[in-house]
Nanobody
């Protein structure tokens, strides 16, 4: 059974930082590209960042470039999202996702986590 479990969400003030983790079990992690998405009430899932199988390539939505960093550790089957200089508009439920295809920036991933809430206050 494939499981993606996010952690590290919570509350932060504007300008603060949070680090999200997503531990993956039940699949061969090094064969999957990983993505991060976010969702607010009434809206669809929005692409945030993605990282290739090896970690050599990463992709970001424009509004988080320079503030967020996606990384992965294939030794512990975990992908991370370091979020710095947080803004109130970053408030959302954040999801990690896994797919065999690299560089996908739409919510068409094969496997999904349950999500973790991030709230940024001004």
């Amino acid at each position: 059974q494939v499981q993606l479990v996010e952690s590290g969400g919570g509350s932060a003030q504007t300008g603060g930082s949070l680090r999200l983790s997503c531990e993956v079990t039940g699949l061969t992690f090094r064969l999957y590209a990983m993505g991060w998405f976010r969702q607010t009430p009434g809206k669809g899932r929005e692409f945030v960042a993605a990282i290739s199988l090896t970690g050599r390539s990463s992709y970001y939505m424009d509004s988080v470039k320079g503030r967020f960093t996606v990384s992965r550790d294939n030794a512990v089957n975990t992908v991370y999202l370091q979020m710095n200089s947080l803004k109130p508009e970053d408030t959302a439920v954040y999801f990690c996702a896994a797919d065999r295809r690299d560089g996908v920036m739409s919510p068409e991933y094969e496997y999904w986590g349950q999500g973790t809430q991030v709230t940024v206050s001004s």
